[in-house]
């Protein structure tokens, strides 16, 4: 497997890579349209919504959170799940920056 010389880019590209590998999938898509609906999420109202297994549920989560864009508390067995609002915010500044950076297209 080769090596994906992330040094060569700038931090902005880098960051902006990772969260998008992060957000390329349906099901987390699902979760935070889900969570950002709510006042409170416990893990398993996630699988009755997005209608996946528990497990599965919990990698999906384990990414989002991965990259802070999700926090969860802990109330007894189960675990809270909120959006991060100043990551949400930072997210999408640095999407807008790149969308908004890109000039008129030549074709």
């Not at 349906?26 to 409170?40: G, K, N, V």
């Not at 109330?75 to 609002?85: A, F, M, R, V």
Request: hydrophobic fraction near 40%; charge should be negative; charged fraction near 20%.
């Amino acid at each position: 497997m080769g090596v994906t010389k992330t040094e060569i880019f700038t931090e902005k590209q880098n960051q902006l890579a990772i969260v998008l590998k992060v957000l390329a999938h349906p099901a987390r898509i699902a979760i935070l349209e889900y969570i950002s609906t709510q006042e409170a999420c416990i893990c398993n109202d996630i699988v009755e919504e997005v209608g996946l297994a528990q497990p599965t549920i919990s990698q999906h989560l384990k990414e989002l959170k991965k990259i802070d864009l999700i926090s969860g508390e802990i109330e007894g067995k189960s675990i809270c799940y909120c959006i991060n609002l100043q990551k949400w915010k930072e997210i999408q500044q640095l999407l807008n920056s790149f969308f908004l950076n890109t000039q008129s297209n030549c074709c």
